[in-house]
């Protein structure tokens, strides 16, 4: 039986509330076209506060660090180390939302894995290692966005063999209702369950409504608490504006909490009054 906490479910409530878009969320306020989203947590640590404190006072019960993005590649050159980068976003979480659980973002590394690419499992594997180790002092850890389920093993294994945080395993889907390898929710679902996460759901891919069928297959093939994250809709090409309001995300969302899905919240185009 597992020693870690259940942080999946919430006694007082039927949901468990996590955060939405953080990318959005600094778009709005000022950060400039071409800025690493992850090295404003050491160069402007009042920008991203200000996005955690937004969501712990529209409810979060989890808000995720600003590292999605922090792996060793793309920090390579910057000036910071991969530790600093992360200590600083988990510091502004803890700072700015301190009655909320800080989640140690992790998205995919950007390049493919063999076959299909150059990088090898392991080579991903080790710098998903790298990721968890500077993270170790966050609550848990979210996988998330991820597209290959191949590389999905990788940061899932390199979380369970480095740190004893629970997690919480995401993957986008396309319309055709796979990932961009080809994967379909089930056998993610299977997968994820049997490699041992602790929650495993959907996020990013288009809007609320899209997901549910893909939920109900996720659902279908699980035990486990299953999580929703989707984005507002689609972004006009134009002004990068999302399609849906808030009050239409938040009706989309509902048939997938009557379906089953107890943690929620909102990927890209999502805002704190979402």
């Known amino acids: 039986m597992s020693n870690k906490p ?13 955060d939405g878009s953080m990318g959005t969320m600094l778009q709005k306020r000022g950060m400039k076209p071409g800025t690493i989203p992850e090295l404003l947590n050491i160069t402007d640590p009042d920008l991203v506060q200000s996005v955690h404190r937004d969501y712990a006072r529209a409810g979060s019960d989890i808000v995720y660090a600003n590292t ?25 979480v803890r700072e700015a939302a301190p009655d909320c659980l800080c989640a140690l973002d992790i998205g995919p590394l950007g390049q493919l894995l063999e076959p299909l690419g150059t990088l090898s499992f392991e080579e991903a594997y080790e710098r998903f290692a790298a990721v ?10 979210v996988i998330e966005t991820m597209a290959d389920l ?10 369970k063999e480095h740190s004893d945080l629970p997690v919480l395993v995401s993957m986008t889907f396309q319309e055709d209702g796979r990932s961009f390898t080809g994967t379909t929710p089930e056998i993610f679902a299977r997968t994820m369950t049997g490699l041992g996460v602790d929650c495993l759901g959907i996020n990013c891919s288009a809007g609320p409504e899209t997901l549910v069928p893909l939920l109900k297959e996720v659902l279908a093939n699980t035990h486990l608490p299953v ?21 239409d995300f938040v009706k989309g969302i509902l048939p997938a909490l009557e379906a089953g899905v107890t943690v929620v919240g909102g ?8």
């Open 6 to 18: 259940d942080l999946f479910h919430q006694k007082d409530k039927p949901f468990v509330i996590l």
């Open 68 to 92: 999605f993005g922090a792996n060793p590649d793309k920090l390579a050159g910057t000036g910071y180390s991969l530790e600093d980068i992360i200590q600083a976003a988990i510091r502004n």
């Open 132 to 141: 968890v180790e500077a993270g170790k002092n966050a609550d848990l850890i």
């Open 150 to 159: 191949y590389e999905t093993k990788a940061a899932l294994l390199a979380a």
């Open 227 to 247: 999580a929703a994250k989707p984005n507002a809709g689609l972004p006009d090409p134009r002004d990068g504006s999302y399609s849906l309001s808030d009050a």
């Open 267 to 274: 990927c890209c185009g999502t805002t704190p009054d979402t």
